[in-house]
């Protein structure tokens, strides 16, 4: 005969036996979600540094193509998208879209981009919810090779050995647009298949300027200059130098070559009867 008592205290433990299977199953559920949402936030923290990091790479790059090789926004979305498509090919970066700024880059100077990618994020064990990251990087065009072309006319102009001729405008006289021309060649980073092989003109000047990555606006104010600026007026041509001062060449004050006056190609005060200015990279 089977004990009644006996079969009380087995039902007793299967019950509780039960229960704490339930709570074991339960914790280790719990456990193992904590992990993986731990998991899933490490995950999507590297993708958001990585993507930052790729943000960064093409923005610079884009800023040191267009310093180096000139260019417009068309030729900044392009070395842009190129750099994209680089790091997807060696890296896990999986970006999805990529954008410039075009304001930033023609008003500011600025290489300003903006990545997106897609992230999937389980909020269940059957749900998913798809994140959108998104990261911005911005390089400033610093006009580097500007700097290069106004050093190197600031020590033409101080050399008297050049004077001004149009006749004789190949070095080492100059006029004012092979003065612009030369500078541009010997230190701005251009060549003579991007300028041409015989100094431009005031007439062409303007033209080929742009196309080598220099931007036009109206002249309105010496304030608004930046050092490196190429200032036009119908005729004449001059370099901004900083400082409220012009590198360029002017008159042939005695008929004879070289400088004997230290006017002919010097650098003097910036005047206001300028009609546009060119400058490298933006406005």
Known sequence: MIDINYKKRIKKRLKK????????????????????????IFTMRQSALDLQNAADSIS?????????????????????VKLKNMINSNTKANIKRLTVNKSSLEN????????????????????TKLLHIKRIAATEITSGYASGYVQW??????????????????????????????????????????LGAYPFTTADMGGILQRNGFRQFPFTSVADLKEGDILWRFGHTEIYVGNGQNAGAHSNYDGQQGDSSGKEVNVKETGTHWQYVYRLGGK
Request: aromatic content about 14%; some cysteine; proline content about 1%.
């Open 60 to 80: 610079d790059g884009t800023a040191t193509y267009l310093q180096s090789e000139g260019g417009n926004y068309e030729d900044a979305q392009k070395q842009a």
């Open 108 to 127: 500011d100077n600025i290489v300003s981009v903006k990545l997106e990618k897609k992230f999937k994020y389980n909020t269940s064990e059957t749900k």
């Open 153 to 194: 006319a600031i020590d033409f102009a101080s050399d008297n050995s050049h004077g001004y001729s149009q006749a004789n405008r190949t070095l080492p006289d100059v006029d004012c647009s092979s003065f612009v021309y030369y500078s541009l060649i010997n230190a701005g980073g251009f060549t003579t298949a991007q």
């Open 17 to 40: 036996g039960n229960g704490v299977l339930i709570f074991g199953s339960f914790f280790m559920i719990l456990i193992l979600m904590i992990v993986i949402m731990f998991a899933q």
